[in-house]
């Protein structure tokens, strides 16, 4: 049936896993629909619309070796990426993480592979959340991802941070099932770095340490190949460069990061 602008059109039932990503993804390999469904598969529990729409995840469900932090991080992944906005557009924006008028919700949604967030640096954001600034945001991200700004505080469930993947972005940046697979695995690793950097000194003082020492041309070539942040604070340069130089080498990290607890 065609509805026309005005009538009470039913809202269309959520989409599973398997139709988000082929609705928003284009995988240039001649098996997307194989890709999709080997995915939906291996990171969701339950079938179709049975599946719920975000779910919990173990880091090993994407080869990822334990990390201290583990046990004090809640993990999630999204069926639909537009829960990726819903849940930090505008964390990130508060944050200073990136330009809102170089980046929208949709850009999140289709190019970011994960995220982290922890409970100590929320500080402020719902304060921020009422400020001219956070109610146009919020207004953005609900016109956008139609789910609206989901209360992350609420989301730690008690943790003290919240990781979270969003596969459906990874299978738009990348092709294959194995290299969505990796995606996913770096971008758990890269996450719980910084997790590990707010709740630890020393791998902090390490990371504002590394950025210091790298040449020019060091610094340019890590800029040009991670362009969506803003590099020119020293905060988001020294957190950005440790979780990038150590997201393939999680036991270098976790050697560094031994006196963490
Ligand atoms: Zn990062």
């Avoid at 004090?72 to 990426?81: D, K």
Wanted: charged share 25%; with cysteine.
């Amino acid at each position: 049936m065609l509805y026309s602008v005005g009538m009470n059109a039913p809202p269309p039932p959520p989409l599973n896993f398997k139709e988000n990503c082929l609705s928003r993804v284009h995988i240039e390999e001649n098996r997307p629909a194989e890709t999709c469904e080997r995915l939906g598969a291996h990171l969701f529990v339950g079938e179709g619309l049975l599946q719920e729409q975000v779910q919990e995840l173990k880091p090993a469900q994407v080869g990822a070796r334990a990390f201290p932090s583990d046990d004090v991080t809640r993990f999630l992944v999204f069926q639909n990426p537009m829960f990726m906005p819903a849940y930090v557009y505008c964390y990130f924006q508060f944050r200073g993480w990136f330009n809102p008028k170089e980046f929208s919700p949709d850009d999140l949604a289709m190019r970011a592979t994960g995220f982290s967030v922890l409970g100590t640096e929320l500080t402020g954001y719902t304060d921020w959340l009422k400020t001219k600034d956070g109610v146009h945001c919020a207004a953005r991200v609900k016109e956008s991802s139609n789910i609206g700004v989901i209360d992350i505080a609420k989301e730690l469930q008690g943790k003290k941070a919240l990781v979270a993947l969003n596969p459906v972005g990874a299978a738009n940046v990348t092709s294959s099932y194995d290299s969505i697979m990796r995606d996913l695995w770096l971008t758990m690793n890269h996450e719980r770095i910084h997790v590990l950097q707010a709740n630890c000194k020393s791998i902090n003082q390490q990371s504002h340490l590394l950025w210091k020492v790298l040449s020019k041309e060091e610094r340019a070539k890590m800029i040009e190949t991670h362009g969506n942040y803003d590099w020119t604070k020293s905060e988001v340069a020294a957190r950005e460069n440790l979780a990038y130089k150590f997201e393939d080498k999680s036991d270098d990290l976790l050697e560094l990061a031994k006196d963490c607890k």
